[in-house]
């Protein structure tokens, strides 16, 4: 059986052995920095630095590309320069691929077989906008570099209000409730200026103010339209235009027999 003296001495020594591991974490951080201020070229080059393999979680070729080009030609393929500089290797990544990637989370490196393995996030379409432009849930306008884009249904939204560009917020109208009445009324397109907001669905066009598309309002307007197309078959024109009664104007199908 160890003695008290015997224990003592063990747990002082794994005391001053963790001391000694958390001073020398310090003594290698500080050496890093130092190479990184006063000699950038022994950083660039020195072997255990080097990035030679990516491991990424997606197999899309487009992004893989993109994150290999900025590694390489931006980051010098150097784990240092890329760590010291995570949120501008974010950036360049964003801007290179049209704002399709959202973000880059670092998962490891092995400085022996120069292998990093990146955690890529991506956007997903809810609308287009102009025929163009990609649109995000957290409002993004990207390009999208995924499967056929031609296979997602997407709610349309015509807008010249702006001259847009991949990058920039789209904030004429809540987009929210936008896919509120795609959702909900299969509207599959949308005219939007600053004030109107024009919704199309099959059978209905339903002229809208912008400024009424809050929550409380959608409300209101979605009970609005559910008693309409009870009353009312067929296509119509329905204003909501911030009066307590709804002006309807009713299309009858023609029968060409």
Known sequence: ?????????????????????????????????????????????????????LELNTNNPKVEQIVKGVVEKDFHSNIVFLVFNLALFKDFLQKKSKFYIKGVNLEGFSPFSGTLSLKITSRRPIAIVNNRYFLSKDQYLFDFLGENKKKFNLLQIEDFTDSWQYGKRYTTVDINALVFFYKNFDVRKAKVNKELVLLESKVNKLFLKNADLTHNRIINISNTLLRLNKLVDGKKTIELLGRKAAYVKIFKERNNE
């Open 1 to 53: 059986m160890l003695s008290y003296h015997q224990i003592l001495t063990m747990m002082e020594g794994g005391k001053w052995n963790s001391i000694f591991f958390n001073l020398l974490k310090v003594v290698l951080f500080t050496s890093i920095f130092a190479l990184i201020i006063f000699s950038p070229s022994i950083v660039k080059t020195f072997p255990l630095f080097q990035i030679k393999h």
